[in-house]
């Protein structure tokens, strides 16, 4: 009779986390890459937005570095990450169902004008304008506006993607939302 | 999809050493222990412990006093367990039994009291006190649970982790209440006791919400 082996990958997570503990930057590396494709299935199979799954994918990276300790490496690690993984969809779950709770959708009599095209000329010369004063700015503060404010990513998530300190990225978008408000006055 | 990429590039590139977190149980243990000898001395200075072996001959008295025992080293051990991330949600039910029979042999000395005092036992006397002691004996206990858990707890699951705590460092307390409260249980002393109990959960809940917003880090506010 034929016994089926045991899924290497697994077997490959469980040492390559335990190499990762101890400071290895590839099998970290590695491990990472490898984990990709199975958090974004799980999080693709909840989360039927693609950002939001590919948000929650980057909060289970995060999570997973930060708590990286916990993990014993005497035991699996595919239930731990699966464990990490759950929590952090279930969470972004509970959020956006407390933010559509206090949601209202605009019908097209909430609009100033009726006509769409009218709308849609009016905010998209605002958001050119907008578009336009943000290539202004100095790199630094172009990158944080862009990163926090039109992408709306975290402090943490920004400061992790750039590696700029939280502390730099709040002082440069205070002085590019300075400096905005400065270009977009103008007539 | 490059902004996961270039994630992963950037958590691999400031990877540091990681000491591992030893295993819950022994944990939970060691800090039970150190508890438990806290107030062995502490009964040990203050002359209690006689008092305390002569009142462990009544057999309600003695399995009301395990069952709070139970109660805050099982709630400690879900606290340390729930704590982990790969360890089962049920770990949060595992003081519940204990609690129960905690209630039931208070319950059992109430009626009891009640049979003999009649209806004193429903005022609030001595046992102002009582919470008193036990939310000043929860603090230090509280204290040393959240340095014990600090570094070693991954706080994916804050609230059931504190509540177990919570419940865990009441009990404890409520138990080394005993050395110094002579007295069968009342009505107020139940009374006491739970509000007690109550007061210290809350507090340590709250703590934990503030400490561990659930929000995941991507759709926090920007600045905030």
Same mark, same amino acid.
């Given at each position: 009779m034929n016994y089926a082996a045991p899924p290497l990958e697994v077997h490959d997570w469980d040492v390559l986390m335990a190499r990762a503990q101890t400071g290895d930057r590839a099998s970290y590396r590695e491990l990472l890459n490898a984990v990709l494709p199975w958090l974004r299935n799980i999080a693709s199979a909840r989360l039927r937005a693609r950002d939001d799954a590919e948000d929650a994918v980057q909060d289970i990276l995060l999570t997973?570095?930060?708590? !990286?300790?916990?993990?014993?490496?005497?035991?699996?690690?595919?239930?731990?990450?699966? &464990?990490?993984?759950?929590?952090?969809? %279930?969470?972004? #779950?509970?959020?956006?169902?407390?933010?559509?709770?206090? /949601?209202?959708?605009?019908?097209?009599?909430? *609009?100033?004008?009726?006509? *769409? *095209?009218?709308?849609?000329? /009016?905010? /998209?010369?605002e958001a050119k304008r907008l578009r336009a004063a943000v290539t202004q700015l100095p790199e630094a503060q172009r990158k944080a506006v862009t990163m926090l404010k039109l992408e709306e990513k975290s402090l943490t998530e920004t400061s992790a993607l750039t590696g700029i300190s939280v502390t730099a990225l709040k002082v440069s978008t205070h002085r590019a939302l300075n400096n905005l408000r400065k270009l977009l006055e103008k007539p | 999809m490059n902004n996961t990429q270039d994630l992963i590039e950037n958590l691999a590139g400031r990877l540091q050493p990681v000491r591992p977190s030893r295993p819950p149980l022994p944990r939970a243990a060691a800090y039970v222990i150190g508890c438990l000898v806290l107030v062995a001395v502490a009964a040990w200075l203050t002359h209690a412990w006689p008092l305390m072996l002569t009142r462990l001959a009544d057999p309600r008295f003695a399995v009301e006093l395990a069952a709070t025992a139970m109660t805050g080293i099982t709630g400690v051990a879900a606290a340390f367990m729930l704590?982990?991330?790969?360890?089962?949600? /049920?770990?949060?039910?595992?003081?519940?039994?204990? #609690? =129960?029979?905690?209630?039931?042999? +208070?319950?059992?000395?109430?009626? !009891?009291?009640? #049979?003999?005092t009649g209806n004193s036992g429903l005022t609030l006397g001595p046992s102002a006190n009582c919470i008193i002691f036990? @939310?000043?004996?929860? @603090?230090p206990l509280a204290a040393g649970l959240w340095l014990a858990l600090k570094r070693s707890a991954a706080w994916l699951d804050p609230i059931r982790c504190t509540t177990c705590g919570g419940i865990g460092v009441a009990a404890l307390a409520a138990a080394a209440l005993q050395f110094w409260h002579p007295f069968d249980v009342t009505v107020a002393d139940l009374g =006491?006791?739970?509000?007690? =109990? %109550? @007061?210290?959960? $809350?507090?340590?809940?709250?703590?934990?919400? !503030?400490?561990?917003?659930? &929000?995941?880090? +991507? $759709?926090r506010p920007a600045n905030g």
């Open positions: 997973l570095h930060a708590i !990286r300790h916990t993990y014993d490496p005497s035991r699996p690690f595919k239930p731990w990450l699966m &464990a990490v993984a759950k929590r952090r969809i %279930a969470d972004r #779950l509970r959020v956006k169902m407390r933010r559509t709770a206090r /949601e209202t959708f605009l019908a097209p009599e909430h *609009e100033t004008f009726a006509g *769409e *095209e009218t709308n849609l000329t /009016e905010q /998209e010369s | 704590a982990v991330p790969d360890r089962r949600r /049920e770990w949060a039910l595992l003081p519940l039994p204990f #609690l =129960a029979l905690w209630l039931l042999s +208070s319950g059992y000395g109430c009626y !009891r009291g009640w #049979l003999v036990i @939310i000043g004996f929860s @603090i =006491a006791h739970a509000a007690a =109990a %109550a @007061i210290v959960c $809350t507090a340590i809940i709250t703590t934990a919400r !503030r400490a561990f917003p659930v &929000a995941p880090t +991507s $759709t």
